[in-house]
């Protein structure tokens, strides 16, 4: 079984600052892990992902995160907000098993960005 | 330009009644999902299907139907057997190994 836990559903930082959204998840065989956007009334976009390799991962916007498997986190950085940036964040979890790809979502944390 | 399209972007549904979710991709993926998003709940997978005339139920199945008659279409039926449908539906497909591509959403409500 696999979960994914985003701490905080709401998270407010200053324009300027740097944005840190968290993420753990569990699971029982090696994980592929994404960071997905949503901005409202419309779908996800993939930030960035881990599969293998490198554990510090960089996406778009400005936007990295590093893999820590004995912390089991994925947390999403970004060292300086924009107001554009304003928007809900998923992390994701994926296990491939028997040609099936299995993929897990947080709940997700809703980013304010304050001017 | 490559994508998936899921229309309506809102749809109203009366008691007692049917309604199709329409899902299109022109990205040649294999695999298509069906996501159902509620506030707070991120989002729970409805239905999936890796190859045409086959589909598998997700987590939260009941009151939902599919068909994969062709490669680019995954429509979605809420039936009235769902009797908590108010949602926003999320299709997405991918290639096995590859990071799932997302529509646009469907806002279903009920009159």
């Known amino acids: 079984a696999q979960s994914v836990t985003q701490l905080g559903s709401h998270v407010s930082v200053s324009e300027g600052a740097l944005v840190l959204l968290r993420c753990n998840y569990s699971s029982s065989v090696p994980p592929y892990l994404f960071w997905y956007v949503q901005y409202p009334n419309q779908g996800l976009q993939l930030l960035l992902k881990y599969t293998t390799g490198a554990t510090l991962v960089k996406g778009i916007n400005g936007f990295e995160a590093e893999f820590k498997k004995s912390e089991t986190s994925f947390h999403l950085t970004k060292p300086s907000a924009h107001m554009s940036d304003a928007a809900e964040y998923f992390c994701a979890v994926r296990t491939d098993s028997g040609g099936y790809q299995k993929v897990t979502f947080g709940t997700g944390t809703k980013l304010q960005v304050i001017p | 330009d490559g994508g998936i399209t899921q229309s309506p972007k809102y749809l109203f549904r009366k008691e007692g009644q049917n309604v199709t979710l329409s899902c299109e991709q022109n990205l040649n993926h294999d695999a298509m999902y069906w996501y159902r998003q509620d506030p707070g709940q991120g989002l729970r997978l409805i239905y999936y299907s890796q190859i045409v005339n086959d589909f598998q139920k997700g987590d939260i199945a009941e009151g939902y139907s599919v068909s994969r008659e062709k490669k680019e279409s995954f429509p979605l039926t809420v039936t009235s057997a769902q009797k908590n449908p108010t949602a926003f539906y999320l299709c997405?497909?991918?290639?096995?190994?590859?990071?799932?591509?997302f529509g646009d959403g469907t806002r279903l409500s009920i009159l």
């Open positions: 997405a497909s991918s290639m096995m190994g590859q990071p799932q591509h």
